[in-house]
């Protein structure tokens, strides 16, 4: 079975730069979360999306950033314009429904995000 | 609000050797804790939880961790450990104030197991 799909896996673009990432999560998972994690950082919840509906996006700097789940399957984030500090890995996470929130979240390899 | 701390930027170990990784969290209620392992330039994968049950859960890779209620902890163990558990370990915990459904993770502490 195919695990959580992200791309690019790296990405190096200067400040003002718009950049997008792709995540297409495990089949049959609707809950589909955006992490941002900092060097030496957990990761930070920037989105959860139940199918295509965005549940908690409060920590989403909603004046730069944005998220799309359009069929409840795959989705991308958006970042426009780029700053210095956008520089980190940004995580796509999938899990089953949420009447099954005892489960565990399956992380994608992630896109690292340079911005110079 | 929920958190996890984990007090320890860098646990160093022998292979062979015991190992434990602390973690302490802060809910209202009873918690879902959760230990996640980060291999370099990979994503996080799940080694085991807790939601009821026996304190004492087994995961992947040897691991397991013991829930401690009073102690409000959650450290991870391993009875021997091997160079190549030597990786970035996530505390996370959600708790019933949010419906259980939002996933606060700790800092990360990296392990380092030597030949």
């Known amino acids: 079975e195919a695990g959580v799909v992200q791309s690019p896996r790296y990405k190096i673009i200067e400040k003002k730069q718009p950049v997008a990432f792709w995540c297409n999560p495990i089949s049959g998972h609707n809950t589909l979360y955006w992490y941002l994690q900092n060097l030496g950082q957990g990761p930070e919840l920037l989105i959860r999306y139940e199918n295509e509906e965005a549940v908690d996006d409060s920590q989403l700097p909603k004046d730069r950033f944005s998220a799309e789940r359009l069929k409840g399957v795959d989705s991308t984030l958006k970042i426009q314009p ?24 399956f992380f994608g390899e992630g896109s690292r995000l340079t911005v110079l | 609000a929920q958190s996890v701390a984990q007090p320890e930027d860098q646990v160093n170990v022998a292979e062979g050797n015991p190992l434990t990784v602390k973690c302490t969290y802060s809910v209202s209620g009873n918690p879902y804790l959760f230990w996640y392992v980060q291999y370099p330039n990979r994503g ?13 859960v087994k995961g992947s890779y040897g691991f397991e961790a013991e829930f401690n209620k009073s102690q409000t902890s959650f450290h991870l163990k391993k009875p021997s450990a091997l160079v190549s558990d030597s990786a970035l370990y996530f505390c996370a915990v959600r708790g019933p104030n949010t419906g259980f459904q939002k996933l606060v993770f700790g800092t990360g502490t990296r392990l380092l197991v030597s030949p």
Request: hydrophobic share 35%; aromatic share 8%.
């Open chain 1, 82 to 105: 780029a700053e210095l500090g956008d520089s980190a890995v940004y995580l796509c996470a999938s899990s089953e429904g949420p009447s099954r929130n005892t489960g565990e979240l």
């Open chain 2, 44 to 56: 996080l994968q799940f080694l085991l939880k807790y939601i009821t049950g026996d304190n004492l």
